[in-house]
């Protein structure tokens, strides 16, 4: 919080010369009811955009961390979200000065892809996006038009066809925004915040522990799965040898004894659900996670064993085994 403040102070710093029209403030809102209930703030602190004086509907300024971000966020809001690429040279540029870009190669500048493009750019403030309707830079990446690229250092990791009205914003900065992660992310207490600055909200959770000789034999195959996956469900790993990870063990009801074991959780609603099969596989965790998409995976009611005396009361006691029988 403190240095999210900090960096916020820093934006403003900087954009007070570039954008004067932008105005930046901080309100302590500890006493201020009316405006925590009028603005539904529900944690600190959060970072919203006034636009054009309305008070209503001020758009929500989530995940972002640094001055640059913001600065970028803010910019992108105000004025143009994505760069217009004209040569390939240009697009060279733009592809190697950062880790990660975006680029859209299409064959007009309107249309439905056109629109979810720019408004995905907006919520995606971490990396550059560009797009071009020239044909010599589309012949130069050998991409046919109407197609979203991803480059990570320099090189396409990613195509995504473009087709008007099949992909909306959400899809598409969910997709992207993965690319800021690792195919598979190892969870300890620096990943766990940007595991949850990805708006992915179906997480799946591999627990084993990295001293097992089989260890690399299937975090391999949880890598090709994750590959099939990305942008729809996140793939973390959670090393069972490490005694810090103890909370999340404790949550998920994970003991020595169930490792290897994959769970997959759905922040939304804390649905947990299992992996039928014990074998961690491709072709196993290919299955489990389509049947999750479609909505055919089995609930997972971790229990505690039913108490010998659960009925002997008035009141009587329910745990996860009973309760489906007893209730309905």
């Not at 195509?159 to 800021?180: M, P």
């Given at each position: 919080s403190q240095n999210l403040s900090k960096e916020f102070t820093e934006a403003a710093r900087q954009l007070r010369k570039e954008a004067p029209r932008i105005q930046f403030g901080k309100i302590d809102v500890t006493d201020q009811h009316?405006?925590?209930?009028?603005?539904?703030?529900?944690?600190?602190?959060?970072?919203?955009?006034?636009?054009?004086?309305?008070?209503?509907?001020?758009?929500?300024?989530?995940g972002v961390r640094e001055a640059s971000t913001f600065i970028t966020w803010v910019k992108r809001r105000t004025g143009p979200s994505t760069v217009l690429i004209n040569s390939t040279a240009q697009a060279e540029a733009m592809i190697n000065t950062e880790d990660l870009a975006v680029i859209a190669f299409f064959k007009e500048l309107h249309g439905d892809s056109v629109d979810v493009f720019c408004e995905t750019a907006k919520e995606v403030p971490e990396m550059p996006f560009g797009m071009t309707t020239s044909e010599e830079v589309s012949v130069s990446y050998a991409m046919r038009q109407s197609t979203l690229v991803v480059f990570k250092k320099?090189?396409?990791?990613?195509?995504?066809?473009?087709?008007?009205?099949?992909?909306?914003?959400?899809?598409?900065?969910?997709?992207?925004?993965?690319?800021?992660?690792?195919l598979v992310t190892e969870y300890n207490l620096e990943t766990s915040v940007k595991i949850f600055d990805v708006p992915v909200e179906s997480h799946i959770l591999l627990f084993a522990p990295k001293s097992s000789e089989t260890f690399n034999t299937t975090y391999e195959d949880y890598k090709s799965a994750a590959a099939k996956f990305r942008g729809k469900i996140m793939f973390v790993f959670v090393d069972t040898n490490e005694t810090r990870n103890g909370r999340v063990f404790e949550y998920f009801r994970i003991t020595q004894a169930d490792v290897p074991a994959v769970r997959i959780l759905n922040l939304t609603s804390n649905a947990k659900y299992k992996m039928p099969a014990d074998e961690v596989t491709v072709e196993n965790l290919r299955r489990f996670c389509q049947s999750y998409l479609d909505g055919k995976a089995k609930l997972h009611l971790s229990s505690e064993e039913i108490p010998e005396d659960w009925d002997k009361m008035p009141v009587k006691v329910l745990v996860g085994k009973n309760f489906n029988r007893i209730v309905f």
């Open positions: 009316d405006l925590i209930k009028e603005f539904n703030i529900q944690q600190f602190p959060t970072v919203k955009l006034f636009v054009d004086g309305s008070r209503k509907d001020p758009i929500d300024c989530k320099g090189k396409p990791v990613h195509n995504e066809v473009l087709e008007d009205g099949s992909q909306n914003k959400l899809y598409l900065t969910r997709l992207i925004k993965t690319f800021t992660l690792d």
